[in-house]
């Protein structure tokens, strides 16, 4: 458990650093660490979520060299929230992820957004939305489907082994 | 459980806050954000190496795979090349051999006419080639067939297209010859094994010995005299007998044939001087 927990929380923040740029789309980069976070929630919860969404967002908060503890408190937030809807709303279905994968990417970009404007951030939310809020989001909703089927065929694989 | 729960997450808010609070206030001389800054930094520094290590790693990978296509790509260029360079080197040599034949032929002092081998046939029974003239070009049997190194044979079937050519080492070849050193005269036979020797009367010959030239005598008006047919590589002694044997290296590589002369005129002239060892 808690050998997966650091895996996916260290290992999306190195993925984020090394293997995302390289995926780059017009310059819009997926948010790998929103996604392990989200992943993590949906699987463990609301208190794995908000913990693994901390030390993500608290790493990206360090290799970025910005304000320490935005990232970290916006992905707890999405992680808390994420895993508080397992239980009352039916999150299991890619169907639902991936849409609230994207939904997720821009609430926690809107939250951001807005603790930075009590740090005076100067750009306008239209630009941000525009050009790096929706094009992440729907990266995130495109990679996260990719990921939830690859998890899919995973355990289809690990079952049929098994029986 | 809820209030764990709540508990947690307002604990992250709270130590959020306290960063961000500290990093802010007072501005950039304010003590709090020197003290954040001071434990930060070296935290960030491993995290910059972390980030470079993971991503010299990401790029060793995809260098790897650029380097793989790029192999593949190199060894397609290389082997094209390779092909290319045989051809070349194919042309430079059928350039080369087309040059001498050519030169023979203008030295020649009869009318002669150049023929490609389009055929050959080694199999024991018979040893001859076939070459792309025929009757069309004017070639009758029993016309002498030449290299710039020397004899190769005679026409013995001429088709509408193309002729046959006897080698020299054919079983049932035989041609008129002379020792070019001690001028014994002899008959060069081909045999079954593939051999080429020289049959003289033992008499005449006792002078032969390995490393004499046997040409064409050009008796009997079919070769030319003077057409280097080999040198003698060794003497097969009989004792009493009357015919003794040489057994002869031949002038012309029979296997490496590719172009000929067909030799439709005739002449008189010894043409022993025309040829030189190198062809």
Request: aromatic share 6%; proline share 4%.
């Amino acid at each position: 458990m808690r050998a997966l927990f650091l895996l996916m929380t260290f290992g999306g923040s190195l993925a984020q650093w090394s293997v995302v740029p390289a995926l780059s789309l017009g310059g819009v980069t997926p948010d790998l660490p929103l996604i392990v976070t989200v992943f993590l929630a949906l699987r463990r919860g609301p208190e794995t979520g908000c913990l693994a969404g901390f030390v993500a967002g608290f790493l990206q908060d360090m290799a970025g060299g910005g304000l320490i503890g935005i990232q970290a408190l916006t992905k707890a937030l999405a992680g808390f929230g994420m895993g508080l809807l397992v239980g009352r709303l039916w999150v299991a279905s890619p169907l639902v992820q991936v849409p609230g994968l994207v939904l997720l990417t821009l609430a926690e970009g809107l939250v951001r957004y807005f603790l930075l404007q009590l740090f005076h951030f100067p750009a306008s939310l239209g630009a941000l939305m525009l050009h790096v809020i929706l094009p992440q989001a729907l990266y995130n909703g495109f990679l996260g489907s990719a990921c939830v089927l690859c998890t899919i065929a995973a355990v289809a694989m690990r079952r049929r082994m098994w029986t | 459980m809820r209030l764990h729960r709540y508990g947690l997450l307002l604990g992250v808010f709270l130590v959020c806050l306290l960063l961000l609070t500290v990093q802010t206030r007072g501005g950039e001389t304010g003590r709090a954000a020197d003290v954040v800054a001071l434990l930060v930094t070296p935290i960030q520094g491993l995290l910059v190496k972390v980030h470079r290590g993971a991503l010299g790693l990401w790029t060793t990978y995809v260098d790897w795979k650029s380097v793989r296509s790029e192999n593949t790509v190199l060894r397609a260029e290389a082997e094209r090349l390779k092909l290319q360079a045989l051809q070349v080197e194919e042309t430079r040599q059928e350039n080369a051999r087309l040059r001498r034949l050519l030169a023979l032929r203008e030295r020649l002092p009869l009318s002669a006419l150049a023929g490609e081998v389009v055929g050959r046939e080694a199999g024991g029974w018979v040893r001859t080639l076939t070459v792309n003239r025929g009757r069309g070009s004017g070639v009758a049997r029993q016309v002498p067939v030449i290299v710039p190194e020397g004899l190769v044979g005679r026409i013995v079937q001429v088709s509408a297209r193309a002729s046959v050519v006897q080698l020299l080492n054919d079983p049932a070849s035989t041609v008129g010859a002379v020792v070019q050193r001690t001028r014994t005269l002899g008959l060069v036979e081909g045999d079954a094994g593939g051999a080429v020797r020289l049959k003289f009367m033992a008499r005449d010959g006792a002078q032969v010995a390995p490393g004499d030239i046997v040409v064409t005598s050009g008796l009997g008006n079919l070769f030319p005299k003077g057409v280097p047919i080999g040198r003698v590589a060794a003497i097969q002694d009989k004792g009493s007998a009357l015919f003794h044997f040489a057994v002869l290296a031949p002038a012309v590589d029979f296997a490496r044939v590719e172009e000929v002369l067909l030799l439709t005129g005739q002449t008189q002239q010894d043409m022993a001087g025309l040829f030189t060892p190198d062809g």
